[in-house]
C-alpha cells in the first residue's frame, strides 16, 4: 500500500517534469547547462566534494526553475487582471530563480577556473 502511494508519487511529480521541460525554454536550458556542467567535470577529473557542489547547485537551479513556473500557473490559473499583487508575486518568484542561477555561476566559476588555470 505504502509502495503503491510511492509509486503514485513519483507518476505525479515525473508528469511535472515533462510539463516543465514541455513549456519552459528556461528550464530546458538549465537542462543541456547541466549536462555540459557535467561533461566538462568528466573531462576535468572532479572529486568528491566538486561533484557534490556541482550537483547541488545544479537541483538548486532546476528546482527554483520548477517552483516559479508552479507559482505563475497558480497566478494565470486564478486569472487575475493586471495587477500589482500579482506582478510583485510573478516578479519574487523570477528574482528566487535569478539568484538561483547567479549562485550556480559564480560556483561554476570557483569549480572550473583553478582547473582550467
Ligand atoms: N497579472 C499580472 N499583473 C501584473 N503584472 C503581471 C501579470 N502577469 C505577469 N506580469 C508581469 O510580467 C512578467 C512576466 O510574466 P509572465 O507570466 O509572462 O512570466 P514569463 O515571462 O512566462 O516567465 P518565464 O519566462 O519564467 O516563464 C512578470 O514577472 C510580471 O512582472
Given at each position: 500500500m505504502a509502495d503503491k502511494k510511492k509509486s503514485i508519487g513519483f507518476t505525479y511529480a515525473f508528469s511535472g517534469l515533462k510539463e516543465v521541460f514541455k513549456s519552459e525554454r528556461n528550464f530546458r536550458f538549465h537542462i543541456i547547462s547541466a549536462i555540459l556542467v557535467i561533461i566538462a567535470g568528466f573531462l576535468l577529473g572532479f572529486g568528491l566534494i566538486e561533484w557534490m557542489i556541482a550537483i547541488t547547485v545544479i537541483g538548486l537551479v532546476m528546482t527554483a526553475e520548477i517552483l516559479n513556473t508552479a507559482i505563475e500557473e497558480i497566478i494565470n490559473y486564478l486569472r487575475?487582471?493586471?495587477?500589482p499583487a500579482a506582478k510583485k508575486i510573478k516578479d519574487l518568484a523570477a528574482a528566487g530563480v535569478f539568484i538561483a542561477a547567479v549562485t550556480a555561476f559564480v560556483v561554476g566559476l570557483l569549480l572550473f577556473l583553478p582547473k582550467l588555470f
Amino acid at each position: 500500500m505504502a509502495d503503491k502511494k510511492k509509486s503514485i508519487g513519483f507518476t505525479y511529480a515525473f508528469s511535472g517534469l515533462k510539463e516543465v521541460f514541455k513549456s519552459e525554454r528556461n528550464f530546458r536550458f538549465h537542462i543541456i547547462s547541466a549536462i555540459l556542467v557535467i561533461i566538462a567535470g568528466f573531462l576535468l577529473g572532479f572529486g568528491l566534494i566538486e561533484w557534490m557542489i556541482a550537483i547541488t547547485v545544479i537541483g538548486l537551479v532546476m528546482t527554483a526553475e520548477i517552483l516559479n513556473t508552479a507559482i505563475e500557473e497558480i497566478i494565470n490559473y486564478l486569472r487575475p487582471e493586471i495587477h500589482p499583487a500579482a506582478k510583485k508575486i510573478k516578479d519574487l518568484a523570477a528574482a528566487g530563480v535569478f539568484i538561483a542561477a547567479v549562485t550556480a555561476f559564480v560556483v561554476g566559476l570557483l569549480l572550473f577556473l583553478p582547473k582550467l588555470f
